[in-house]
């Protein structure tokens, strides 16, 4: 069974950092590109940055970019969102995404999503 | 490149027909993605390449596109059919966006 785990949501001061972290299984997860997306409740989703299988290709909403930092690591099946000078807005429900197919170039529409982990930024 | 969908609620009965819209800023090809969300539900895709159906999808829903304008439509709405729904694009690394979503409700 394909499954995503994230955690490392928190409480956490504006102007903060955290880290969070998503275990993938059931998959061959360095061939899949992977995103992070965010959705505060009541409200839509936001698609927060992306990540090709390789690495290679990597991308930012403009809400987060220099602020954010996508990663992963193929060898423990884990993708990773480092997020620097946290801001009020940036409170959400964080999802870790799947995409459909693999090895892919140009980013993919996403088919398996994590329970996500939140956060939330305040002071 | 940013995706406006319309109208933000439509209220329709079982048994109706659904259409759902959704624009693109700038051209996108056929790049699009549709996605169900339900309450307490991860969102489930129902549409990628502006047309084609992800798997188990029922044949109820389809999509379309002429232009910047995209189209899921729901032939005949089913009780489990009334959610919201998104469009997402995926041209481009630099950005992958959402759309506002439109919720289908009971009338």
């Known amino acids: 069974e394909v499954q995503l785990v994230e955690s490392g949501g928190d409480l956490v001061q504006p102007g903060g950092s955290l880290r969070l972290s998503c275990k993938a299984s059931?998959?061959?997860?360095?061939?899949?590109?992977m995103h992070w997306v965010r959705q505060v409740p009541g409200k839509g989703l936001e698609w927060v940055s992306g990540i090709s299988w390789n690495s290679v290709s990597i991308g930012y909403a403009e809400s987060v970019k220099g602020r954010f930092t996508i990663s992963r690591d193929n060898a423990k099946n884990a993708l990773y969102l480092q997020m620097n000078n946290l801001r009020p807005e940036d409170t959400a429900f964080y999802y870790c995404v799947k995409e459909i197919w693999d090895s892919g170039y140009e980013p993919y529409p996403v088919d398996v999503w994590g329970k996500g982990t939140t956060v939330t930024v305040s002071s | 490149i940013m995706m406006t969908q319309s109208p933000l609620t439509l209220s329709l009965s079982p048994g109706d027909r659904a259409t759902l819209s959704c624009r693109a800023s700038q051209s996108v090809s056929s790049n699009l993605a549709w996605y169900q969300v339900k309450p307490g539900q991860a969102p489930r895709l129902l549409i990628y390449g502006a047309s084609s159906r992800a798997s188990d999808i029922p044949d109820r829903f389809s999509g379309s596109a002429s232009g910047p304008e995209f189209t899921l439509t729901i032939s005949s709405l089913q009780p489990e059919d009334f959610a919201l729904y998104y469009c997402q694009h995926y041209s481009s690394w630099s950005s992958l966006a959402f759309g506002g979503g439109t919720k289908v409700e009971l009338k």
């Open positions: 059931g998959f061959t997860f360095n061939s899949y590109g």
